[in-house]
T-cell receptor, first 115, second 107 residues
Framework: NAGVTQTPKFQVLKTGQSMTLQCAQD?????MYWYRQDPGMGLRLIYY???????DKGEVPNGYNVSRLNKREFSLRLESAAPSQTSVYFC??????????????FGDGTRLSIL | RKEVEQDPGPFNVPEGATVAFNCTYS??????FFWYRQDCRKEPKLLMS???SGNEDGRFTAQLNRASQYISLLIRDSKLSDSATYLC????????FGQGTELSVKP
């Protein structure tokens, strides 16, 4: 039972390089999310996708783009990496439960360092 | 005022102790509430949802006070394995995560 899978787990980039973080979930969830987590800041939402074919900005979208490739996959792209984007990135997915809640299930994270 | 606020801790307690975490939120329209647990350098994992009537799961009890806009998590008979950061999460149209409260349970 894989749940939410993120690749890569670690990456080091130089300023100005681009890269795409991949995320896939096998729980048939409609909603998917990308967060970043920095020391003392808690988790901050970058982008989310409420359903296949839709994406919306979160709290800190600048410098990022996303693609909801299909129901399973939601990728995050850094077009021109900056040192301020050094962080731990988490992908999550969710589905509304019987109580009407929508708890999120997280991937293992991608630790990204930009030099 | 932050949308979701938690005492960052750390809370250092001996095994067997009872410890309580509080979390306040600013959006009175918030509709659902959760506690997550995050171990060092790992992903957050759902610990429990928080229901209006309060709910219990083994040694863990969660309560919600809508009038005062806070939620709480009580851990009884603390174990070494409870050492982690506990995140308060509030959904008022979007999920807002607190910064987390660090718990360290000592032998």
């Amino acid at each position: 039972n894989a749940g939410v899978t993120q690749t890569p787990k670690f990456q080091v980039l130089k300023t100005g390089q681009s890269m795409t973080l991949q995320c896939a979930q096998d729980m048939n969830h409609n909603s998917m999310y990308w967060y970043r987590q920095d020391p003392g800041m808690g988790l901050r939402l970058i982008y989310y996708s409420a359903s296949e074919g839709t994406t919306d900005k979160g709290e800190v979208p600048n410098g990022y783009n996303v693609s909801r490739l299909n129901k399973r996959e939601f990728s995050l792209r850094l077009e021109s990496a900056a040192p301020s984007q050094t962080s731990v990135y988490f992908c999550a997915s969710s589905e509304r439960d019987r109580a009407g809640n929508q708890p999120q299930h997280f991937g293992d994270g991608t630790r990204l360092s930009i030099l | 005022r932050k949308e979701v606020e938690q005492d960052p801790g750390p809370f250092n307690v001996p095994e067997g102790a009872t410890v309580a975490f509080n979390c306040t939120y600013s959006n009175s329209a918030s509709q659902s509430f959760f506690w997550y647990r995050q171990d060092c350098r790992k992903e957050p994992k759902l610990l429990m949802s928080v229901y209006s009537s309060g709910n219990e799961d083994g040694r863990f009890t969660a309560q919600l006070n809508r009038a005062s806009q806070y939620i709480s998590l009580l851990i009884r008979d603390s174990k070494l394995s409870d050492s982690a950061t506990y995140l308060c999460v509030v959904n008022g149209g979007k999920l807002i995560f607190g910064q987390g409260t660090e718990l360290s349970v000592k032998p």
